[in-house]
């Protein structure tokens, strides 16, 4: 399963291209050999950072990202970096990403995106800012694909201390191991896909599902 950000023709006339983050590196770190034969370590790009936000902790889970000023809707708020890998390694990734959340579940995450038909990003990275953005059922901000690159951008006018977030888009078939906590009026208790929402809450009410009110408490 790995993460689809919006395609480059939807919402794409709508971003501001204004004040954009310094882009971290969206290429493969691989250790080479020098004309010595000595092999050196590479050396990880600093953070991307953004002067629209700041990570802190979070109400939602651990750290979050969180607006420093007010950001317009249609904003590029900041990049989603990451190891640029192959289709096939990428969906190796997602599906080792999908067996740890079932050997102790909730505590795998995928942070795979596609890219293009040949590439996808792994955002597991310590340079990806972007990868502090918790989900919500309700959230501020998109993932968009806008000319081969992956940006996080504001869906609604964000005011200054307001976190952002954005939908993770997981299947339904595995959000039972993601429960949420967004705290949004909208929340329905997992961390799946919009498209999903109807069929989770109609699950819900047949008890097919837990509801938001039978979730285990966070520990
Ligand atoms: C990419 S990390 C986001 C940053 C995370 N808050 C942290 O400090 O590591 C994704 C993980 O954060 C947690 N998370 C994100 N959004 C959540 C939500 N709405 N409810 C519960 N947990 C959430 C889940 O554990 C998820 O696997
Ligand atoms: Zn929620």
Known sequence: MVTKAESE????????????AKPGSSQPLTPFTTRTGMTKKPVSPPPTSSPY??????????????????IPAGKRIIEYVGERVTKIEGQRRAEAAIERAE???????VYVF???????????VDWNTA???????????????LNGRIWIVALTDIDPGEELSYNYGYDIAVCEDHPCRCGADGCVGFIVAAEFHDAVLEMQANRLLPAE???????
């Open 103 to 109: 050997e102790d579940s909730g505590k795998g995450f």
């Open 9 to 20: 023709s939807v919402g794409v006339r709508s971003v501001d291209p204004g004040t954009i």
């Open 53 to 70: 936000i700041e990570v802190l902790e979070s109400r939602i889970h651990n750290r979050g990202v969180f607006a420093r000023t007010i």
């Open 213 to 219: 009110d039978f979730l285990p408490a966070e520990d």
């Open 114 to 124: 596609e890219l293009n038909k040949r590439y996808d990003i792994d955002g597991d």
């Open 131 to 145: 990868r502090w953005i918790n989900h919500s059922c309700e959230p501020n901000c998109e993932a968009l694909t």
